[in-house]
């Protein structure tokens, strides 16, 4: 009766260690996969996103060369968010001086080509303002070659 008494007390002992080792490593796990993954990044990644949609109405203007006031509002959004992406530096962990300048370098020129376009768009110039479109998407394949996952 004893001996029964002391193995079912092991069995649960056992168990309640097993439970606890599987329960911590899967909350270290998570831990490490919001770092490396999802969360932390979320300001860039929403500002991103916001660039995203808002470039596929540029380009798809771009391709008829037609470009006008939602063009326009598209492109001030697009401007905003990528201010805000060019100062989310550290959620890239990103934080040593050069590393800081190469980044935020990368990111003004993409800025500075949106900045021409609309004035190109406000005089009429066309052909300039989708050049400025085929600028960003070489800007941005380089950014996301260096920085993207
Ligand atoms: C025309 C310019 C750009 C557009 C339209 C654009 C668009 C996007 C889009 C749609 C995403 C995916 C967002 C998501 O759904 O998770 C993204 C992610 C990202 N982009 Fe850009 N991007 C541009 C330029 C750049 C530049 C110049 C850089 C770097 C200097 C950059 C760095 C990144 C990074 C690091 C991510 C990953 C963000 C994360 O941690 O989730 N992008 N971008």
Redesign the pocket.
């Known amino acids: 009766m004893t001996s029964k008494l002391t193995l079912g007390l092991v069995i649960v002992s056992l168990i309640t260690a097993l439970t606890f080792t599987v329960s911590t490593t899967q909350i270290a796990r998570a831990d490490s996969d919001k770092h490396e993954h999802g969360e932390g990044?979320e300001v860039?990644?929403h500002n991103?996103?916001i660039?995203?949609?808002?470039?596929r109405q540029l380009r798809r203007d771009a391709r008829s060369k037609k470009f006008d006031n939602s063009t326009l509002k598209e492109l001030a959004r697009?401007q905003q968010a990528?201010i805000i992406?060019?100062h989310a530096n550290e959620?890239?962990h990103i934080t040593k001086k050069e590393d800081v300048i190469q980044?935020?370098s990368?990111?003004a020129?993409?800025i500075k080509?949106m900045l021409d376009m609309e004035i190109a768009i406000l005089k009429g110039e066309n052909d300039k303002a989708a050049a400025c479109v085929d600028e960003?998407?070489t800007?941005?394949k380089?950014?996301?070659n260096?920085?993207?996952?």
């Open positions: 990044h860039l990644e991103m996103k660039m995203g949609s808002a470039f697009m990528a992406a060019m959620e890239e980044y935020r990368m990111m020129d993409v080509q960003m998407n800007l941005m380089n950014g996301h260096k920085y993207k996952d």
